[in-house]
Every structure is written in structure tokens, then in C-alpha cells.
């Protein structure tokens, strides 16, 4: 990834628009752009969903793969979940090895929906010890306007729970629906101008500091968390953010569950 | 390629599978600015392929030593999605993509205008999220679309089609059934205002007599696609 | 593309013929001359951009739609300090290659080794573009009037070719904006745009730029 240049004006203008309580594009300090959600858009997979945030739009694909269990766990199918961030969403992007970046990005979706404990590993044991199922979440960024984050979380949840277990062309039985029990979602927060937003823009990103990302489950409860990028936050802060990722995951979870 | 034969794709009318003649093309949808942050972009449909384009330059190309003097560099970068395919793509090294990356970028350099910018780089990002057969034709004319979308000087856009064998018969532009079970394939990049190529290739086994009609096929699909693709930049469907 | 200085050039009046894509047949030659986005390709002109068409004074052109801004002389331009030497600074213009701001036409001389206490890596300057080599390089200068390091406000992009609008005929849109948003804005030839006042005066102006941005140029024929 090449680094871009951080304009320094950017940077002082953000701190100003904060001093203000005002962003870049007019919005409040926790508001959310413009989301749109659709699924089964692809194909050739077998759950698949479009996420827009304002000029962010990504991609999630799931696919199936029979895999041997591992030893000490002869009952259990898998989960792996990846990201890829190409050149194809941004200048910044080089082609080549995922960067440390996109690896950071489907790692921290992965923990999130897998410690949610929504996909059940024990049902995807297909023949205790000899076969399982491996659910292949792939994550797949089309343009990066920020917040890439939450854009793959919901996406990702979207298709996980538009997925169809291709059994019978696999051989191992009929078609089924993947089954998944709630909807963890993650709420991404940068500090911006020295306070923290909701929902940064590229721009935003550009100039700001580091992120939290929080991963909700349906009770509320914490599955995930991760800082990234360089700065320093209070407790207060978290407390403060950690409320708004409270009643915004509810939000986004009726919007999913009305799909 | 296997299974010479043993499967009727073709009826005794000349109707393929899907519903085609022998000459017609899938169906095609093209639209452009699929890609809001990018300088040029493209999303095009062909059956159920799907790839979305897009461009970034030409600006300055880092590192220095990648320059050249006298014109641009242009990148192509061909890439499957891990989605795209029946069996999951492993992400990573491939040697397909880099081939195609190539051809790409060696038909697109017949067209762009890269002596226009010295010492500068032109990004293609060609990102195929659903194939289908015949990826590498929807990558290229998409590719071409996308920088004529991106304001990129060029003579001419590039068409791509192919057309194949299968049953014996020669037909235009193979879906995925007709791909697996065919006995040849001819993709073509064909400059649509003059009829010039610039990019080929072919594997297979085709008589002299079968090889005319292949190649006439692709010469008339182009003008079909070329269509689609100027109502797609000049304000008709899709945008 | 129009010579003439003022962004409200007179490019509207002309005869619109339409949008044309590159490989598009536009005639004969006979006495006319190719302009913007024209070539002469076996004796006919032949479209090389996507853009809509026109004929003024015997020259053919293509008004292009989307476009990379490409500096031409005395242009005033907007950078961003890449990197510098100890006599050179690199300047990003928004153009396909960086310019160069050699120390004899920066703001002031400084000491060796102490260029960047002048301008850093990271600022913004308002320049004039003084050369542009046959090989592209193009050399800014930041001698003249107005010239000079921002050091306050923000600067707002807007692609180079949608400029005319924000300044409107005889710049009436501009001063307009100016007295609404009590704003100082400065819109350079690279389609950037200096706004420098009090914070809800820069909103007001970036929203105004915004709204031209998002609108669809190529519809409105």
C-alpha cells in the first residue's frame, strides 16, 4: 500500500470543524451515511451480499469447501474469513500479497462473527473425524470512500445468512440453508480533529487518528474489539462510543432482519 | 476439455441450449462510474459474467524507475474474484491471471494514446466477480469502456468475443456448458471502426473452413457489443 | 481545449453535435484543423476521447467529459509538497506528473538543508505554472502576485473541467458565493479551490462544490 500524502491543511481544518462540532460533509458527530443493503447478488456463490456506505461499496461472497476436522476437535466443520482489498478501490492500493491492512480488516470481521458463536460449528460436521464443512466468507472491497470496516461486517452477515450448503454437488446429501443464530455487527469509530465519529470518510480517515471497532451480538454483548493506526483514548471515550455501537447495531440488525 | 461428443449441445434445428442460433451473443449490460473514487470505471454483465473496471491515472508513476520517457506505463491488472467461480479461486499467484493481465495490457497499449504522457502511469483494474466463460473478452472490452470513461485518449475501443466449436458446429461466444464440453475456442479483441486486431488467441482444433466462420462470427458480434457499448457512454441504458 | 484564460470561456455557445466516443468518425478534413480530442487518422478525423462534439473556426474538437487536468503555461495552480531537495521542491498538481518548484522561484531563499522550514512536506501552495518540457515536466513558479503558501482554510477538489460553473458567466456565481459564504476562494486551473474564512463560510462553500460534483455531466445532453 502506498501511503498517501496527509495535506496538513486537512488536518487543521478537522481539528477546526471539531472545535465546531461539525464535519466534513455536514453530518453529526455519530451519524451514518446513506447505507443500502442488497443480497444473493452473485452467482456463482452460494450466499452472497452489496453493502453502499455513501461511495464505499464491498462485496461478500460465501462459499463451501469439505474439509477433514481437525484432530482434537473430530465434530466440528470451520469458518475462515478473508479480505481483499485490490487495487481496483483506490489509488492506494498496490497489487500483490493482501497487505498488512486487508489481513487486519478480515481478521477483525472474522473474530467478530466467529465469537458471536452465530454459525454453529458442531452442524457443520458432515462424518465425525473424516469430513465437515468449511464456510469461506470472502470479503471484496469495490471502492474505499472509509469505513471498509463496517461495510464488510454487514455484508458479511448478509450473505452468511443468505447461504445455501451445496450438498448435493458435493455428494453429501440435499441442499440445506446455513444456519445462523443472530446477527453480530461491528460499529467502527475514528478519532477525527480529536474526538471520535461514527462512520469516517476517506477524507476523514486521511487526517484523522486511530479507530476502534466494536462487534455487538444480539444481547449486547461484546465479541470483538480492535484499535487501530497511532493515539491514544480515554475510558471516557470508550464509554461514550461503546453506547452509540449499542443503539446503531440495533438499528442496522432491524434493517438485516427486514431484508 | 473433454467428453468430445457425447453431449448434444446443439439440436438438429441449430438451437444451442440456451435458446441461441449459432451467431447470437448472450445478453450484454454495460454501465459506467460503477466505481465512485476511481477516475474511470466499468461494470459489464455478458450472460452471467460480470466484471467491474476501473482506472486511476494517469498520474505520476512511483517508483521512478518504472518511467519511461517518451510515453505512460500502462498496468493491467486481471484478477478473479474468490467468489467468481463454481470451486472457490484461492486468492494469490496465478498464472492464468498473469497471462491475461498481459494480452490485456498488450491490446489496450495498440489503442491509448501513451505517448501523450511521458514519465506518467495509467492503473487498469479489471476485477472479474462472476465467470462464466470467456472472462478475458468481457475483462478487455470492459477495460475499454472504463478508460474511455476515465477521459483516457485512444483510437478506437476494443471489442472482444469468441467464438467456438462444439458438436462440430462452429459457434458465436460459448456459455460455461458449451466452454467445458468444446473442442476450440477463438477469442478476438477487434477495433469495432476499422476491424483491425489486436488481440488473439486460440486453442483447439478448428478445419481452415471452421476457422473462417469462427472468425466471421466474431467479426459481426463486434459490431453488435460495440453498439451496447456506445450507448453505455453516450448517455443511452444503464446510466 | 479552449486558450482562453477566463473559465467562462465561451465554449457554450457553440454548436453542440452531440457526444462522441473514442474510434467515433468525425468527416472529412478538407480545410478544417483537429482540435482538443481530435486526430487526423488516414486522411479523416477520428475522435480520441469520449466528449461532446464541436466545430468552431474551421477546428474540430471534443469537449471531453471526465478529463485529468493537464497543465499548460501560466495556468494557476494549487500544489501539495511532495518531497523536496535542498534546491528543489516536487510539487503534486493533480496533473499525470509532479512539478517541480526549483528554490530561485520559491517564496523565499532558504539556507541549505533548510527547505522544508520554508515550505513542508505536506503544505499547499497557490503557483503559477511557468514551463511545460516536451517530456512533461513542468516547472511552477511562486514569483507574482498572490502567489504565496496557504496557511489557513481548506482546500476543495473539483474535477478540472467543471471549474467554469463554480465561477459562472463573467464569475457572477463566483462573487455570489463570495458575499454569501463571506469566504476568500481562490479556484485554481486544476479544478482546486482554496475557500479561507469562518468555519460555517467554508461549509456553506464546500456543499455548493459538492452539489456540482455529484451532478451528471454527461446527462444533460
Redesign the interface.
Same mark, same amino acid.
Given at each position: 500500500m %502506498?501511503v498517501p500524502l496527509v495535506p496538513k491543511l486537512l488536518r487543521a481544518h478537522l481539528r477546526e470543524l471539531a472545535n465546531d462540532n461539525k464535519r466534513l460533509d455536514d453530518r453529526g458527530q455519530w451519524d451514518s451515511r446513506n447505507l443500502e443493503i442488497e443480497h444473493s447478488v452473485?452467482?456463482?456463490?452460494e450466499g %452472497?451480499a452489496k453493502v453502499r456506505i455513501g461511495?464505499t461499496?464491498v462485496?461478500a461472497?460465501?462459499?463451501f469447501?469439505i474439509m477433514t476436522p481437525y484432530e482434537d476437535r473430530p465434530n466440528q466443520g470451520g469458518l475462515m474469513c %478473508?479480505a481483499?482489498v485490490?487495487?481496483?478501490?483506490?489509488?492506494k492500493y498496490e497489487?500483490g500479497?493482501?497487505s498488512a491492512e486487508s489481513i487486519e480488516l478480515g481478521r477483525v470481521v472474522d473474530r467478530g462473527i466467529r465469537e458471536s458463536g452465530c454459525i454453529d460449528v458442531d452442524s457443520l460436521c458432515i462424518i465425525p473425524g473424516e469430513k465437515a464443512w468449511q464456510v469461506?466468507l470472502?470479503l471484496?472491497a469495490? %471502492?474505499?470512500?472509509g469505513n471498509l470496516f463496517d461495510a464488510f461486517a454487514i455484508a458479511g452477515i448478509v450473505a452468511l445468512k443468505q447461504a445455501i450448503i451445496p450438498g448435493e454437488?458435493f455428494g453429501v446429501g440435499e441442499d440445506s440453508k446455513l444456519e445462523v443464530n443472530g446477527t453480530p455487527l461491528m460499529c467502527s469509530y475514528h478519532k477525527v480533529g480529536g474526538r471520535f465519529v461514527y462512520d469516517a470518510t476517506?477524507r476523514e480517515e486521511l487526517g484523522g487518528d486511530e479507530r476502534i471497532h466494536i462487534t455487538l451480538g444480539d444481547n449486547g454483548n461484546v465479541h470483538s474489539l480492535q484499535k487501530g493506526l497511532k493515539g491514544i483514548f480515554t475510558t471516557s471515550e470508550f464509554e461514550e462510543i461503546m453506547g452509540h455501537a449499542l443503539d446503531r447495531t440495533k438499528e442496522i440488525r432491524e434493517i438485516i432482519n427486514t431484508l | 476439455m473433454g467428453g468430445y461428443g457425447d453431449v448434444r449441445m446443439i439440436d438438429d434445428n441449430g438451437m444451442r441450449m440456451d435458446g441461441r442460433g449459432p451467431g447470437d451473443l448472450r445478453e450484454i449490460f454495460i454501465e459506467t462510474g460503477?466505481? *465512485?473514487?476511481? /477516475?474511470?470505471s466499468c461494470r459489464m454483465i455478458w450472460g452471467?459474467n460480470?466484471a467491474?473496471?476501473?482506472i +486511476?491515472? *494517469?498520474?505520476?508513476a512511483?517508483p521512478r524507475k518504472i518511467q519511461r520517457?517518451?510515453s505512460?506505463v500502462l498496468?493491467v491488472?486481471y484478477?478473479m474474484?474468490?467468489?467468481?467461480?463454481?470451486?472457490?479461486m484461492r *486468492?494469490?499467484f496465478n498464472r492464468r491471471s498473469k497471462e491475461i493481465s498481459k494480452v490485456t495490457k498488450d491490446a489496450l497499449e495498440s489503442?491509448v494514446?501513451l505517448e501523450l +504522457?511521458?514519465?506518467?502511469k495509467i492503473?487498469v483494474?479489471i476485477?472479474i466477480?462472476?465467470?462464466e466463460a470467456g472472462t478475458r473478452c468481457v475483462g478487455l472490452t470492459a477495460a475499454s469502456v472504463a478508460l474511455?470513461?476515465?477521459?483516457? *485518449?485512444?483510437? /478506437?475501443?476494443v471489442v472482444s468475443v469468441a467464438s467456438g466449436k462444439i458438436n462440430d458446429i462452429v459457434v458465436c461466444d460459448l456459455n460455461k456448458e458449451e466452454d467445458n464440453y468444446g473442442e476450440a475456442d477463438l477469442p478476438m479483441g477487434i477495433?469495432?471502426?476499422t476491424g483491425e486486431l489486436v488481440f488473439l488467441q486460440m486453442d483447439g482444433d478448428l478445419s481452415q473452413e471452421e476457422f473462417k466462420q469462427a472468425w466471421d462470427y466474431n467479426m459481426n458480434a463486434a459490431s453488435k457489443v460495440h453498439e451496447i457499448?456506445?450507448k453505455a457512454?453516450?448517455?443511452g441504458d444503464g446510466? | 481545449m479552449s486558450m482562453s484564460k477566463s473559465a467562462d470561456a465561451p465554449h457554450r455557445l457553440e454548436t453542440k453535435l $452531440?457526444?462522441?466516443?473514442?474510434?467515433?468518425?468525425l468527416g472529412e478534413i478538407n480545410d478544417k484543423l483537429a482540435g482538443h $480530442?481530435v486526430?487526423e487518422?488516414n486522411g479523416r478525423f477520428?475522435a480520441?476521447?469520449?466528449?461532446i462534439l464541436s466545430e468552431k473556426e474551421k477546428v474540430v474538437s471534443v469537449e471531453?467529459?471526465? &478529463?485529468?487536468y493537464t497543465p499548460r503555461p501560466s495556468d494557476l495552480v494549487i500544489g501539495y509538497i511532495e518531497g523536496c531537495t535542498n534546491n528543489i521542491w516536487f510539487v503534486?498538481i493533480g496533473a499525470?506528473? @509532479?512539478a517541480i518548484l526549483p528554490m530561485s522561484l520559491g517564496p523565499s531563499k532558504a539556507e541549505f538543508g533548510g527547505a522544508r522550514s520554508v515550505i513542508d512536506i505536506g503544505e499547499a501552495i497557490i503557483c503559477r505554472v511557468q514551463e511545460v518540457e516536451e517530456?512533461? &515536466?513542468s516547472v511552477v513558479s511562486m514569483k507574482g502576485m498572490g502567489l504565496r503558501k496557504i496557511n489557513s482554510g481548506i482546500v476543495e477538489q473539483l474535477p478540472p473541467h467543471l471549474i467554469g460553473r463554480i465561477i459562472g458567466k463573467g464569475g457572477k456565481s463566483l462573487s455570489k458565493l463570495k458575499s454569501n459564504s463571506e469566504c476568500r476562494i481562490v479556484v485554481a486551473d486544476n479544478g482546486r479551490i482554496w475557500v479561507d474564512g469562518d468555519i460555517s463560510g467554508i461549509s456553506k462553500v464546500r456543499y455548493t462544490i459538492s452539489n456540482l460534483a455529484n451532478e @451528471?455531466f $454527461? $446527462?444533460e @445532453?
Open positions: %502506498s452473485l452467482p456463482r456463490a %452472497s461511495d461499496i462485496y461472497g460465501v462459499k469447501q %478473508s481483499e485490490r487495487p481496483l478501490a483506490g489509488r497489487p500479497p493482501p469461506i470472502d471484496f469495490v %471502492s474505499d470512500d454437488r476517506f | 460503477v466505481v *465512485p473514487v476511481a /477516475d474511470g452471467t460480470e467491474i473496471v476501473s +486511476y491515472g *494517469p498520474m505520476e512511483h520517457q517518451d505512460a498496468a491488472e484478477n474474484a474468490p467468489f467468481s467461480t463454481t470451486d472457490r *486468492p494469490g489503442v494514446l +504522457y511521458p514519465r506518467s492503473q483494474n476485477e466477480i462472476s465467470a474511455a470513461d476515465a477521459g483516457i *485518449p485512444m483510437t /478506437d475501443l477495433l469495432p471502426n457499448m456506445k457512454l453516450t448517455g446510466e | $452531440g457526444i462522441v466516443i473514442p474510434g467515433d468518425d $480530442g486526430l487518422i477520428t480520441v476521447k469520449r466528449g471531453p467529459i471526465h &478529463s485529468k503534486d499525470p506528473f @509532479n517530456t512533461h &515536466s @451528471n $454527461g $446527462g @445532453n
